[in-house]
């Protein structure tokens, strides 16, 4: 039997102790921010029986206004934490700001609470980003210029139907965690090889641009390796063949 005396800590001292020495999440069955409400701050779940305790100067993104593409509190440009939940209840993404833009750290959530996001804003204007499914699988993994104008949200492929405004080095990945395609975007324009890929690793197609132009000879293959398209380039005109997203031979002229 355990004796206490005037030295012997209370039991909720004790708690707190090891909640200081060990991560918030350990304890988040007893709902653990509610202990840290006295010092300001303020809880949002991030994932099932797991809470994200916010500083109380964080504030909500809405609350901020927006002009060319940086935010203003009260007529200032905002330096501090933002953020953006679901329903006010479920925390969407939580962003570090300076001098009305983003720098610093960045973590997106799923409604379904699983990770999103995360990534990182660099002084020298650079922003390294890992992005997942909603399954948790890997999607994307890029470094590019700011990302951060609400008016340039976009960050799909070009050639498959919607447009890239940021430039940088991208790599996308299948739903198996298999890399699908890599490029570089410059002036927002594809420069440099670009890249594809099967499920399995094997080479789907190798293409090469200048400045957004097609240069130099372009190769497909299938999914064991066969060479099955070949398009050279000549004063920026292709000629050769090249297998369509039908399966079909296309003679290109």
Same mark, same amino acid.
């Given at each position: 039997?355990?004796l206490?005396?005037?030295?012997t800590?209370?039991?909720?001292t004790i708690?707190?102790?090891?909640m200081?020495?060990?991560?918030?999440?350990?304890?988040?069955?007893t709902?653990?921010?509610?202990?840290?409400?006295q010092l300001?701050?303020?809880?949002?779940?991030?994932?099932?029986?797991?809470?994200?305790?916010?500083?109380n100067?964080?504030?909500?993104y809405?609350?901020?206004?927006?002009?060319?593409?940086?935010?203003?509190?009260?007529g200032?440009?905002?330096s501090?934490?933002?953020?953006v939940t679901?329903?006010?209840?479920?925390l969407?993404?939580?962003?570090?700001?300076?001098?009305?833009?983003?720098l610093?750290s960045?973590?997106?959530?799923?409604?379904?609470?699983?990770l999103? #996001?995360?990534?990182?804003n660099?002084?020298d204007?650079?922003?390294?980003?890992?992005?997942w499914?909603?399954?948790?699988?890997?999607?994307i993994?890029?470094?590019?210029?700011?990302?951060?104008?609400?008016?340039?949200?976009?960050?799909?492929?070009?050639?498959?139907?919607?447009?890239?405004?940021?430039?940088?080095?991208?790599?996308?990945?299948?739903?198996?965690?298999?890399l699908?395609?890599e490029?570089?975007?410059?002036?927002?324009?594809?420069?440099?090889?670009?890249?594809e890929?099967?499920?399995?690793?094997?080479?789907?197609s190798?293409?090469?641009?200048?400045?957004?132009?097609?240069?130099?000879?372009?190769k497909?293959?299938?999914?064991?390796g066969?060479l099955?398209?070949?398009?050279k380039?000549?004063?920026?005109?292709?000629?050769?063949?090249?297998i369509n997203?039908?399966?079909?031979? #296309?003679?290109v002229k």
């Amino acid at each position: 039997m355990l004796l206490l005396n005037y030295n012997t800590p209370s039991a909720s001292t004790i708690l707190r102790w090891l909640m200081m020495l060990f991560p918030i999440a350990t304890f988040a069955q007893t709902n653990p921010c509610d202990d840290f409400m006295q010092l300001g701050l303020l809880q949002l779940p991030i994932k099932p029986g797991y809470y994200q305790c916010l500083p109380n100067h964080a504030v909500p993104y809405y609350s901020l206004t927006f002009d060319s593409c940086k935010v203003y509190a009260n007529g200032q440009p905002f330096s501090g934490l933002a953020y953006v939940t679901f329903d006010h209840k479920q925390l969407h993404w939580i962003a570090q700001f300076k001098a009305g833009r983003r720098l610093g750290s960045y973590q997106a959530y799923y409604p379904n609470n699983s990770l999103m #996001e995360l990534g990182f804003n660099t002084a020298d204007g650079k922003y390294t980003f890992t992005q997942w499914t909603e399954k948790g699988t890997l999607a994307i993994r890029a470094t590019s210029t700011p990302f951060f104008c609400e008016v340039d949200d976009r960050r799909f492929d070009p050639i498959f139907g919607t447009t890239h405004t940021e430039d940088g080095n991208y790599q996308f990945f299948h739903s198996n965690g298999m890399l699908h395609r890599e490029f570089t975007m410059k002036h927002q324009q594809y420069d440099g090889e670009y890249l594809e890929y099967h499920p399995n690793g094997q080479s789907m197609s190798k293409r090469y641009f200048e400045s957004g132009k097609p240069i130099g000879c372009w190769k497909q293959f299938d999914n064991k390796g066969k060479l099955v398209g070949k398009v050279k380039h000549r004063n920026y005109l292709p000629k050769g063949y090249w297998i369509n997203e039908e399966g079909q031979k #296309e003679i290109v002229k």
